[in-house]
């Protein structure tokens, strides 16, 4: 576990296509701990080829309509959030919605603030790129992340559903009006 004081040392930075080595694994990895108890292996292998190999990550880091941050420490990644531009369901409201597409943060550091320094970029991230409104889907059996959107201000407004691999599943969608 990292001290508070540890937390306040890890950078957050947007992601340059050198990265996408390092977070195609981070993003798998953090997928997996989050999710693999709750899904089947085939899902799992299936999403995991699906969306986070190398070359989509260094796709999504050239997104001009995305923002790829990520936390290091160190050299080594301790989080990462990817914030776009696009449609956006119609419950979530707002002329200019923005997604939390991902937020993930390393178990070593949850508990730290570092989450809360990451969404703190992405809202600013989400200003840069223009947004009235911040929106997220977090599955629903996932209460933990569920607690820590309330905490950051994240209203539930309806739901949606994900695809894991080939399960159908059910995303709360949670949305927050951006401050100018």
């Known amino acids: 576990m990292h001290p508070a004081s540890t937390a ?3 950078r957050i930075r947007r ?15 953090t997928f997996r701990e989050t999710y693999d108890a709750h899904n089947s292996e085939e899902d799992m292998a299936l999403h995991l080829h699906t969306h986070f190999s190398e070359a989509l990550q260094r796709a999504e880091i050239a997104d001009a309509d995305a923002v790829m941050l990520v936390a290091e420490h160190e050299g080594a990644l301790a989080g990462y959030a990817k914030v776009r531009r696009g449609a956006a369901p119609a419950c979530v409201g707002g002329e200019r919605p923005v997604e939390v597409q991902r937020f993930y943060v390393d178990r070593a550091w949850q508990g730290t603030g570092l989450a809360y320094r990451l969404m703190d970029a992405a809202h600013e991230w989400a200003r840069a790129l223009g947004a009235d409104t911040l929106w997220l889907g977090v599955w629903e059996r996932n209460p933990r992340a569920i607690a820590f959107y309330g905490k950051c201000g994240f209203m539930d407004v ?9 399960d159908v599943q059910n995303d709360r969608l949670m949305v927050q009006k951006v401050g100018g």
Do not use: I, M
């Not at 992601?15 to 990895?29: I, K, M, V």
């Not at 309806?158 to 894991?164: I, N, P, Q, R, S």
């Open 8 to 10: 306040r040392a890890v």
């Open 15 to 29: 992601a340059e296509s050198r990265d996408a080595a390092a977070l195609a694994e981070f993003c798998a990895r």
């Open 158 to 166: 309806g739901a949606w559903t994900f695809t894991l691999g080939t």
